[in-house]
């Protein structure tokens, strides 16, 4: 077993005071692959408290934005330097192939850092004119001590999406990794110390959902930015209400993928292998419900099954593995029960090719539904696994319907070559994302807002990390003539 990794606080790195831990279990082993601290309300009291000194008192507020934006880059850089040991980490904790963690998940978060760091000397107030007799100025102020909490689909990207904003405009942050893939987070609280971000500007605390819900109810916390189920999303709304505390919400989904009939259909396969399985479909916008024309519908198939037969789902450190394991027992057991749901009413079309010898792993294969009613359970509720449900449509107003049929409004994808079309179908669907013509694109420029029960607020862009600022209107009085109110 790799050794235990403690949480960061200011600069020591700590164990719990109740010494309990969180056992971190590798996903394709089955094994415990290290351990982390089980934080309690008493560790979490303690990081709010150094977190708060470090922005009331320490150097980080004090510091000239351009400053701040060095230490991020430095920052940045390490994070670059070091992916060997987080794409490693990444794969250990939660099981998506190495490839995938090298490749796309540590540059997403180097990128996502660069773009913040390029903030901090941007950030602009405005001044609003109302002639001779007041001076006006609207200020963009940090909002204080963030606590970040992280999900186990992409760790350290969504680590990186909410320190680097609360970053770039000077605030301090909590993070508090999911407990299922800690480990990533921690470093990057290390790393943020080597590139001379003053201690206790980044914190690390690690534990459950109970640790998470002590982090979120302290009143010292002044935003909550949570990125994962809806469900836990609520009660982080709740927790922000008590002390009417500032809250980004990025939530569940259940993607329309779109293909219109006169679609470039090879482009759209190729795009819905990867929509539908790309992290082993643990992600808020797979396109879990591909909605197909049905003039299309058997061309499609046949050659969608044939691709996806190609794909290995088997040991995620080896070089030709395109699924790994579902991160957890408990998430593999939802999958397969999801999957006999759909089994009560449809076929499943189970695809890709299960790598030989393995003998451990929470393993899922590409699983198709055909015809699959829009209501229908698998159609309706996310399931996060590479489980599709595909729904047929002959016109416009029809697959408009289907879009929003759903209570999530996070992504849809549309493919077709008639622009006016895209154009019409991306006006009307109630989604934060619209992509025409691909996929599951995210780069830091664009927000990522989810709509309905899909979340509050925006991630990244420049209207996602402007909320972590709060406005202060300055009116200054220029007027000496007598206040007509008062005789
Ligand atoms: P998923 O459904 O993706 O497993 P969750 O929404 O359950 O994710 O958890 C995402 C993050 O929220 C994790 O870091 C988890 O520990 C944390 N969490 C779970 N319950 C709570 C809670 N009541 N309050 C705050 N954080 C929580």
Redesign the pocket.
Known sequence: MASAMEMLVGDQKIASQSDRWVEVINPATEQVQSRVPDADAGDVDRAVCVARQAFEDGPWSRMTPSDRGKLMYKLAELIEANADELALLETQDMGKPHFHSLNHDVPMAVDFMFYCAGLCDKVRGSQVPLGPDKHVYVLREPVGVVAG?????FPLVIAVQKLGPALAYGNVIIL?????SPRTAIRLGELALEAGIPPGVVNVVT???????A??AHAGVDKLS????????K??ME?AAENFRKVTLEL?GKTANIIFSDADIDAAIASTVFTSCYNSG?ICTTGSRLVMHKRIHDQFLDTLTSKLNQLQVGDPMDAGTKLGPI?TKE?YDRVNAYIKIGQEQYSPIECGQRQSGLDAGYYVNPTLFDHVAPDARIAQEEI?GPVISIIDFEDDDEVIRIANQTSYGLATAVWTNDLARAHRVAAKVDSGFVWVNCNNFWVAPIPYEGHRVSGVGADMGIEGVESYTKLKSVVVNLDNSPNPWVE
């Open positions: 909490i992280i999900p186990w689909n508090k990794p999911a407990e299922q534990g459950y959902g109970e640790t998470g819900a982090l979120c949570f990125t994962g189920s809806s469900e836990v999303g009660l982080i927790a569940g643990q991160v998430q996060f």
